[in-house]
């Protein structure tokens, strides 16, 4: 099983966004090049789970953010580590806006 | 054998029931239901006031500069500590502070003075890392690690499952087969930096304990200088397990308070909640599952009590220590699991921290050893050391 989250990339819009499940869950989001700019969660303090937070990156990124992919999982809070982990190893630093979690995250040197 | 508490004991766990009640509580509400951590500003301000009040570095002996607990006092605040959500495995967020690993107290000066001080400074972090995927309840025939010498050095090979906060650790403590004998006599403990070349946190293994994960370490022509020996070569075994036998008495006593509080929660649930013409607490069958709750945490305090109180007399304390585990961790799981019958569908919501205790508690079955290698220690203290 692979560990990055490398399922194909899908428009962000409000549309889009709306037919999504109400799930637990994480996130990346993306401009149109396929540069990270957000790698997030919706946990259960969203109150429909992976469609309010998505709609909350909209508003955060604005057009900027034209891209997501995402991944149901009710163990939302290691996950988002873990992809925080794996973008820290790729990249050699978070997406700007969560910079201030380089602190917490950890070291992972995946094979 | 006498369970009151004396004036001082009284004091503490009055204190800090206080403290979890008022203190932190209140934060949990804000937080994510599978939060592991507090906002760093609270972290910070609950560590001046946990400071303040004397308790900062409960695990550390007196004469590195601890409150000097015994084990008796220990297991009540553990009690105590645990009665909020993410109390079972964070107890109070960590703002009590933590003892570093013990096993560093029986470290050189020199190693001493590069990890233990630093760790109770708050400056290092250390890991554990004896867990094979070849197994676990029996490390001293499963570890495959191997380490070869090579003039000053060793030369490790092999990995570990399982490993909590590899990822962020300085350094870690890993066991390493270093002999041709395949048990216990052939294990060494080296005390390694985790940039050293060859360490590799490969991967999270994600668990039912959702807020935190696991690593995978992997360990190629890792290079380890000698002076990174704790204790003696081949003399590692003793070292992993005088801290498995230790970490009993309080593991089973941070069980205790999330059953505890479930209890409280469902007695106040069915009080109120009303079915088929009556409150539910005037059913028998809720009243039936109340009772066996109560069974259960009295039955489960009182063995960790009893252990500890044998752990402070200077009496081996094994049985006792491996009982308490046992009991805590099943009863408690037991009593979470009537608390969510009782409470219906809400008490499976993240609303509650019934299902948080729920999926946590099922791994306090398994972790610090499963309750069936508890029965293996205590029927081998029962019926002799001799038999196979």
């Given at each position: ?9 899908e ?7 709306s ?5 637990l869950?994480v996130?990346?989001v993306a401009?149109?090049?396929?540069n ?6 919706a ?5 429909f ?17 034209t ?15 873990e ?14 806006h969560?910079?201030?979690?380089e ?9 | ?14 204190t800090t ?9 209140p934060?949990?509400d ?12 609270d972290q ?8 303040s009040?004397?308790?900062?570095g409960?695990d ?21 500590m ?12 960590g703002?009590?502070?933590?003892a ?23 400056e ?13 309840s ?6 495959q690690?191997?380490?070869i ?6 030369v490790?090979?092999?990995?570990k ?5 590899a ?11 270093t002999s041709d ?20 946190v ?13 690593t995978e370490?992997q360990?190629?022509?890792?290079r ?32 205790i ?9 469902a ?16 059913k ?14 009295r ?8 252990a500890?109180?044998?752990?402070d007399?200077?009496?081996r ?24 019958q ?10 509650l ?25 205590m ?5 002799g050391?001799?038999?196979?």
């Amino acid at each position: 099983m692979g560990i990055r989250l490398d399922k194909p990339w899908e428009r962000l819009d409000s549309d889009s966004v709306s037919s999504l499940q109400a799930q637990l869950g994480v996130y990346q989001v993306a401009d149109s090049d396929g540069n990270v700019l957000s790698v997030g969660y919706a946990g259960a303090k969203h109150p429909f789970g992976i469609r309010s937070a998505l709609e909350h990156e909209i508003q955060l990124h604005g057009k900027k953010a034209t891209l997501f992919r995402y991944e149901f999982t009710s163990n939302y809070r290691s996950r988002w580590d873990e992809l925080l982990m794996l973008h820290l190893h790729d990249h050699g630093q978070l997406p700007d806006h969560q910079r201030d979690e380089e602190g917490r995250v950890g070291r992972l040197s995946p094979n | 054998m006498d369970f009151s508490l004396n004036e001082e004991q009284q004091m503490i766990v009055d204190t800090t029931r206080r403290f979890v009640q008022t203190e932190i509580v209140p934060l949990e509400d804000e937080l994510d239901p599978d939060a592991g951590s507090l906002a760093p500003d609270d972290q910070d301000r609950l560590i001046t006031m946990t400071r303040s009040m004397g308790f900062y570095g409960l695990d550390i002996p007196e004469e590195y500069g601890g409150p000097g607990l015994d084990t008796t006092t220990r297991a009540l605040m553990a009690i105590e500590m645990s009665q909020h959500r993410a109390g079972l495995y964070n107890p109070c967020y960590g703002v009590f502070g933590g003892a570093g690993l013990a096993q560093l107290y029986e470290a050189t000066d020199s190693q001493k003075e590069r990890w233990l001080y630093p760790t109770l400074r708050g400056e290092k972090k250390g890991c554990f890392a004896l867990t094979e995927p070849s197994g676990g309840s029996d490390p001293a025939r499963a570890i495959q690690t191997r380490g070869i010498q090579d003039g000053d050095e060793w030369v490790l090979n092999g990995s570990k499952l399982y490993i909590s906060g590899a990822d962020k650790a300085d350094y870690a403590l890993v066991f390493a087969r270093t002999s041709d004998d395949p048990g216990r006599n052939g294990v060494t403990a080296f005390i390694i930096d985790t940039d050293t070349p060859g360490f590799h946190v490969r991967r999270v293994v994600h668990t039912l304990r959702a807020t935190h994960y696991a690593t995978e370490l992997q360990f190629e022509e890792l290079r380890v200088p000698q002076e990174n020996i704790l204790g003696e070569v081949n003399g590692g075994f003793a070292i992993a397990n005088d801290r498995l036998s230790r970490q009993r008495i309080p593991y089973a006593a941070g069980c205790i308070g999330p059953a505890i509080r479930a209890q409280e929660m469902a007695i106040d649930w069915a009080k109120n909640r009303t079915a088929f013409g009556s409150v539910l607490a005037e059913k028998q069958a809720i009243q039936w599952m109340i009772v066996d709750n109560e069974i259960d945490i009295r039955h489960a305090r009182y063995c960790v009590l009893a252990a500890a109180q044998k752990a402070d007399s200077g009496d081996r304390f094994r049985t006792e220590a491996a009982m308490a585990k046992l009991i805590a961790s099943e009863a408690s799981s037991r009593v979470v699991d009537r608390c969510i019958q009782i409470h219906g569908g809400v008490g499976v919501t993240k609303d509650l921290p019934l299902e948080r205790w729920y999926r946590e508690l099922r791994i306090r079955r398994i972790g610090e050893g499963p309750s069936e290698v508890q029965r293996l220690i205590m029927a081998r203290d029962i019926l002799g050391g001799s038999f196979k």
